[in-house]
């Protein structure tokens, strides 16, 4: 099968198709309204090998397992009342909830990369949701992409980078928000951002009051909280205002004509920017220049989840 004949649009015959596939211990590709996912029968140990495997991640760092409801989430993890509150609040949406794990939980222990609790969501994808419902078991998805290089907010990005590792991929089209999810912990009445997302820490606190924010440093208790990741082939530059040779300058706001490659937004729009950061750092990358310059992003709402994830394509490689 070529890669192209993998690229499905969600049908109920291509939903079928893809579910079975998950049921058979092989790998699917899914959009979401964050990114596409790289998904695999969470109770299947082999399977979610088989992740790690295709994306060569390292294997501390946990995965996202994806269910169509609350209620399926209510059968892996343990919800206090107010986790029960918060998921109602924003699922289906951009948000993991990192959990414990309910002694009976099914899901593979390596999905977890042994740990007692679980990262979970509900995406709001509509297409998401179906075929999650359609394989009727829970599915880990992280980004579908190898692992720290920058992750696919099309079908096509997918193809490029994991398209002879999937059985197949569903083309939900452009993602709308283009950052992964939020990524959240919930210890009685206290909630702690672990990863920024999607949701912004002020939409949070508007609803929760004081969120804390996990330290640099902190023991990985959740997907994305690697230094490195994120990363083009080339180095990354931040809060760049000039263009050195043989660099490739990603703009944000309007002031950079003469010097831009890609503008994330020309308005100065944050959600604009989010959308298009991964897909511009994709264009860039493929430019093969000797580095790429980031003009500065506001840090308020979700450009902090923008700037944390240039921070981390800019860390220094191992």
């Not at 309910?102 to 179906?130: M, W, Y």
């Not at 999607?198 to 949070?204: A, M, N, T, Y």
């Not at 989010?274 to 000797?290: G, I, V």
Request: proline letters at 7%; charged letters at 20%.
């Amino acid at each position: 099968m070529s890669i192209n004949d993998k690229i499905l649009k969600p049908s109920p015959d291509a939903l079928e198709k893809a579910a079975n596939s998950i049921r058979s211990g092989k790998l699917v590709s899914f959009a979401t309204e964050t990114v596409y996912g790289l998904g695999a029968d969470a109770t299947n140990g082999e399977a979610v090998a088989g992740i790690f495997e295709a994306k060569g991640r390292p294997s501390f760092n946990p995965l996202i397992v994806h269910v169509p409801d609350l209620n399926a989430a209510q059968k892996l993890v343990y919800f206090s009342p107010f986790a029960t509150k918060l998921a109602e609040k924003f699922w289906p949406g951009p948000i993991s909830f990192v959990l414990p794990r309910k002694d009976d939980c099914p899901v593979s222990e390596l999905a977890s990369a042994g740990l007692p609790t679980l990262a979970i969501r509900v995406p709001s994808n509509e297409a998401a949701r179906a075929f999650l419902q359609a394989a009727a078991r829970p599915v880990a998805a992280p980004s579908a992409n190898l692992s720290g290089k920058i992750s696919p907010t099309t079908a096509q990005h997918v193809a490029d980078g994991l398209g002879d590792k999937v059985a197949y991929i569903l083309d939900g089209g452009d993602c709308a928000v283009g950052l992964e999810s939020t990524v959240i912990s919930v210890q009685d009445d206290r909630v702690t951002l672990l990863r920024p997302g999607g949701i912004s820490k002020e939409e949070l606190e508007a609803v929760v009051g004081t969120v804390e924010v996990a330290k640099a440093d902190s023991e990985i208790s959740s997907p994305g909280m690697l230094l490195s990741h994120y990363a083009p082939g080339c180095p990354v530059r931040l809060n760049a205002t000039d263009k050195k040779e043989g660099e490739a300058f990603l703009a944000f706001g309007d002031g950079f004509d003469r010097i831009s490659d890609l503008n994330l937004s020309e308005t100065g729009d944050l959600k604009e920017a989010a959308a298009k950061l991964f897909a511009a750092f994709h264009k860039l990358d493929a430019q093969h220049s000797s580095q790429i310059a980031v003009a500065p992003i506001p840090q308020e709402g979700i450009g902090a989840a923008i700037n944390d994830r240039l921070k981390r394509a800019a860390a220094p490689r191992n």
